[in-house]
């Protein structure tokens, strides 16, 4: 075999590796439009996008913390706490609409740059860390808000982010992928994104370099905060009602995302696109299984398999391909 057979055929596998869960996607999408014809209604595609818009923009922050090597279990907390934080600052008066969402931005920008800061200068594990912040956290949303819903939208809120441009795509799936291509800009286009990915591949080479690794890990988990928060606005804006519990378990739908995407709890591979397609499969899959008219319960199973099942075809892909 000539070596130039031999680089084209490795190109290949390389490739095969980087897109193993798009091929994945492909896949369930399939699966989806032979099960029903309502998967291939763009209207219907737009509105699955919008269901999964809040998991979609906790999973861009997770992702980053992920890639450096990181874990943030208190996202499900943060998303609850904003989502309540929200409803309970805008009072029902229009008056009050930009200064909530400011206010409950900062509030998820505050709770992440704690969890980096204490994990950028202790030698507490960031699961545990972050586990025992999210446990802290419904605490004191369930304090604030006395355990029932707080709080009124402001008029027009949830109407703005409902409506559907040009009849079918709604302006929260438009706001999912605004912030999908900030999130990729941070990743791919900056000098943090590239510190990011250097940090997780190898955190003493990165010490040894000099990489500031303690304002990387905050300005990190500050991002993951941050875009904790928009989920949490997002969250409320698609149900128009905040719930004490509304984030509850969305922590384990994020990182069944970004790890389907490829992204590894070892830190330092992976990135946003394909956590978009991991996003993508959890939402088809969530469709397949309530089209199928099953019982909640059942519905998890037949999810969780699915999840299990489209992880272990990725994986297989992607060893394929190394």
């Not at 740059?113 to 369930?142: D, Y």
């Not at 006395?146 to 441009?165: C, D, L, Q, Y």
């Not at 969305?250 to 709890?265: D, I, K, M, R, S």
């Amino acid at each position: 075999m000539t070596t130039r057979t031999h680089g084209t055929m490795l190109g290949r596998r390389e490739d095969l590796g980087r897109y193993a869960i798009f091929l994945v996607l492909v896949g369930i999408y399939l699966a989806g439009l032979a099960a029903s014809s309502a998967f291939g209604d763009p209207k219907y595609l737009f509105n699955m996008v919008r269901q999964v818009t809040p998991v979609g923009i906790a999973a861009i922050g997770v992702t980053l913390v992920m890639i450096l090597g990181g874990v943030d279990l208190s996202i499900g907390a943060v998303i609850s706490l904003t989502s309540v934080l929200c409803a309970s600052l805008m009072a029902g008066d229009a008056a009050n609409l930009h200064s909530a969402i400011l206010l409950t931005l900062a509030a998820g920008l505050v709770i992440g740059a704690m969890n980096g800061a204490l994990i950028a200068f202790s030698r507490v594990s960031p699961f545990i860390l972050t586990l025992g912040m999210g446990v802290a956290i419904v605490g004191l949303t369930q304090i604030y808000s006395g355990g029932t819903a707080k709080g009124i939208v402001s008029p027009g809120f949830r109407e703005f982010f409902n409506h559907r441009m040009g009849g079918s795509v709604p302006v929260l799936t438009l706001a999912f992928f605004v912030l999908l291509g900030l999130g990729l800009l941070i990743e791919k286009c900056t000098v943090f994104g590239r510190q990011v990915f250097l940090i997780g591949s190898n955190r003493s080479a990165a010490l040894l370099s000099g990489l500031p690794i303690r304002a990387v890990t905050m300005a990190t988990y500050s991002l993951s905060g941050l875009f904790g928060a928009f989920a949490g606005i997002a969250l409320l804006a698609r149900s128009g009602v905040s719930s004490t519990s509304a984030g509850q378990g969305l922590e384990f739908q994020v990182l069944a995302a970004v790890v389907l995407g490829g992204t590894t709890f070892e830190g330092g591979r992976g990135g946003i696109t394909g956590t978009l397609a991991g996003v993508l499969i959890l939402v088809i899959a969530f469709n397949l299984v309530n089209i199928g008219g099953l019982p909640y319960h059942m519905q998890l199973v037949v999810m969780g398999t699915i999840i299990i099942l489209a992880s272990a075809l990725h994986g297989w892909l992607s060893r394929t391909s190394s």
